[in-house]
């Protein structure tokens, strides 16, 4: 994807095979209000160029070239556990966050040795309207997390709402976060709530969105 042509061009597909808002957003990697914007735009005659400061501030994050490819998946996955393991050498779960998350997280499973368990977040459901009405849920074709330790995982943190809805849900299930882990952070993060965030890369805007 090469400009924000194209990423009306992908949400407005996605939106035709039906997928919500909140898949969009996933899909594309951006925000939930900038999923809005694309497939709104999608359904308008006017050129993107005629309003350069209409859209949200957001920053797209293309890593299909890694997750075309199984070997430098794994690759991105060994780094990532690298980074994990200076939290503790004892977990024994991987917790990935749908869709996205889930195969590097198994990645970072697979050089772990550990369960892999998946969380699907409130967000794939959303479409408009209040996002609190809605939850997540662990899938029962994985690992449980109750009583266990666990790394959680996921490609990118966009504005954090995901990440944090993962830690808080591993909570109530009886689980303990250990740290988080993504491949790319948006917001330059240190930590999830009181969960530390490890990232393989930090995108920092500099200077002002005027």
């Known amino acids: 994807m090469k400009n924000v042509d194209d990423l009306i061009d992908s ?3 996605l939106a035709e095979r ?16 900038t999923a809005s ?18 859209g949200p501030q957001d920053v797209h994050v293309d890593w299909s070239n890694i997750g075309e490819a199984g070997a430098r998946l794994a690759a991105v996955g060994v780094a990532l556990a690298d980074a994990l393991r ?14 996205a998350g889930v195969p590097l997280a198994t990645a970072v499973s697979n050089e772990l ?3 892999l368990a998946t969380y699907t977040p409130r967000k794939h459901q959303w479409e408009e309207g209040d996002i609190d009405d809605l939850g997540g849920s662990f899938s029962r074709n994985f690992a449980s997390v109750e009583g266990r330790e666990c790394f959680v995982v996921d490609d990118t943190i966009t ?15 009886g689980g303990t976060p250990v740290a988080c882990g993504v491949l790319v952070d948006k917001q330059g993060l240190s930590d999830v709530g009181d969960v530390p965030l490890e990232s393989l890369f930090q995108v920092i805007r500099v200077g002002n969105d005027d």
């Open 159 to 173: 504005s954090g709402t995901t990440m944090t809805e993962t830690v808080d849900a591993v909570r109530e299930s």
């Open 113 to 115: 040795k550990t369960d």
């Open 86 to 99: 200076d939290h503790s050498h004892d977990v024994d779960l991987i917790v990935g966050v749908e869709k």
């Open 18 to 33: 039906g997928l919500s808002r909140g898949e969009i957003a996933d899909e594309l990697n951006v925000s939930r209000e």
């Open 37 to 54: 914007w694309l497939v709104e735009r999608a359904g308008t005659a006017a050129p993107v160029d005629d309003e350069p400061t209409s």
């Open 11 to 13: 949400a407005s597909e």
